[in-house]
């Protein structure tokens, strides 16, 4: 049998194509082996900016993500020569949020400098690094020396005095209000003192507390000797006329009232203006002066009767059906027509502007967060920054807001929270529960 013999030209091409094929091959490889290990995101962390303070104990709490799976993760805290692995973490998926308790004492980590560094792998070129220079502090402030107001009712005000060492921020607690201390207007460097409020809505016996920070989220609490005592305000109800809704609340309300109802005019006006002023003072009252402004007691509104006091709480019925409520922050003085409004007490004008329910009002400041308002008013005669003493005229009463008379709304606040204005017209109060301890 005679053998075929195949052209050389044709054993070339054979070979040629072969080469074509695994050279294409080869690329092919390269590429999907760069898919996979090269040209692929680097893994995304989050949320580690808070690793720069390490306290006695924190929850070290980020995210990692990554468009394929994650392989591994891991924290670990450097501190001179010792690496101490906090957390190591496999097969991870695309995205996870850690939340890890650390305590550097259960780690023989010490006061002093160390670095954070969280290692994230997705692939053979695909990982990221964080190293973040971290603060190890686990030492707490210490509180000692407490004196404060024994009993404060609800609605009213007490004081507090402490000596207080290592701390950054120091305030008092009243159920979820913070309230801030400042350092002692006649001690030494480590005393702070404050005013605190105790809103109407606190319970009674709730505890008042006095927290210390040191600014690396380390907190000392201690429960002062202030007991709350329990308080009843009056209750009344108002029957709201069509009347008086087409009369007083509509033309408050202008172009904002068109198409609401006259119970949802109401409501507009009673509780979500009552809100905006109330959250508009509560922003003033935080800043104040670091000393008392104030000296004895406060004055009244010259030769007025009251009206209405604080406290008081008041539902609102239109044809018999309860539609709305509120609480009056002050007490309504009435004297005669644009009677002369006096300062009650030394300080700092801090605003002079026009309120949804207020009308025109005036807030002086008296120092240590404590402030009086006057609202209502058919004029004001003082500017904001303008120094003022007990007994200057500032303005006129007037019936501008939501007022149904020409009369002065006076209130008092601390640190924005509205406190009871009767006990600030008394001497021997001022004296016995606020001077005594800020004193002594």
């Not at 350092?183 to 210390?212: E, R």
């Not at 109330?278 to 922003?283: F, H, K, L, R, W």
């Not at 009435?334 to 030394?346: D, F, K, L, Y």
């Not at 308002?373 to 005229?393: C, N, P």
Request: aromatic share 8%.
């Amino acid at each position: 049998m005679a053998l075929r013999r195949i052209p050389a030209t044709r054993m070339k091409k054979k070979g040629k194509g072969k080469k074509i094929f695994l050279t294409l091959a080869v690329v092919l490889a390269t590429l999907l082996f760069a898919r996979q290990y090269v040209f692929v995101q680097d893994p995304v962390i989050t949320g580690y900016e808070t690793f720069k303070k390490l306290p006695r104990k924190k929850h070290l709490v980020f995210t990692i993500k990554n468009d394929r799976p994650i392989k591994s993760v891991s924290v670990v805290v450097v501190q001179g020569l010792r690496h101490v692995t906090v957390m190591d973490d496999r097969n991870v998926g695309k995205y996870k949020k850690y939340n890890i308790l650390f305590e550097p004492r259960r780690f023989a980590i010490e006061d002093g400098k160390a670095t954070v560094s969280i290692n994230a792998v997705s692939g053979i070129f695909s990982r990221t690094e964080i190293s973040v220079d971290s603060t190890v502090d686990t030492v707490p402030p210490v509180i000692e020396q407490v004196v404060s107001t024994p009993f404060v009712k609800q609605g009213s005000a007490g004081a507090v005095k402490a000596r207080v060492v290592g701390a950054e921020n120091v305030y008092v607690k009243v159920g979820s209000a913070e309230f801030p201390m400042t350092k002692s207007f006649n001690d030494g460097k480590d005393v702070y003192c404050t005013i605190f409020p105790v809103p109407f809505s606190v319970s009674a016996g709730a505890d008042v507390l006095l927290v210390a920070d040191d600014g690396n989220d380390n907190y000392r609490t201690e429960r002062l000797d202030t007991t709350v005592v329990a308080r009843k305000f009056r209750r009344s109800r108002i029957d709201v006329s069509d009347g008086f809704i087409e009369g007083h609340i509509i033309p408050l309300l202008g172009a904002k009232g068109k198409g609401l109802s006259e119970v949802e005019a109401l409501r507009e006006v009673n509780e979500a203006w009552r809100q905006e002023d109330n959250s508009a003072i509560g922003e003033v009252g935080q800043r104040s002066e670091d000393r008392p402004l104030w000296k004895g007691r406060f004055l009244q509104l010259k030769g007025s009767r009251v009206f209405a006091r604080f406290g008081d709480k008041r539902d609102y019925y239109y044809h018999g059906e309860k539609i709305s409520s509120s609480r009056h922050l002050g007490y309504d003085l009435a004297s005669v027509r644009h009677a002369p409004v006096t300062a009650a007490n030394g300080g700092i004008v801090v605003y002079v502007g026009d309120r949804l329910i207020y009308g025109h009002t005036i807030i002086i400041d008296h120092g240590l967060g404590l402030m009086s308002l006057y609202g209502h008013m058919s004029l004001t005669s003082v500017r904001a920054g303008q120094h003022v003493s007990k007994g200057d005229i500032i303005g006129r009463t007037g019936n501008t807001g939501l007022a149904l008379g020409d009369h002065l709304h006076f209130g008092i606040y601390v640190h924005g929270v509205p406190v009871d204005p009767l006990d600030w017209w008394d001497p021997n109060w001022i004296k016995n529960k606020i001077m005594r301890v800020l004193l002594s």
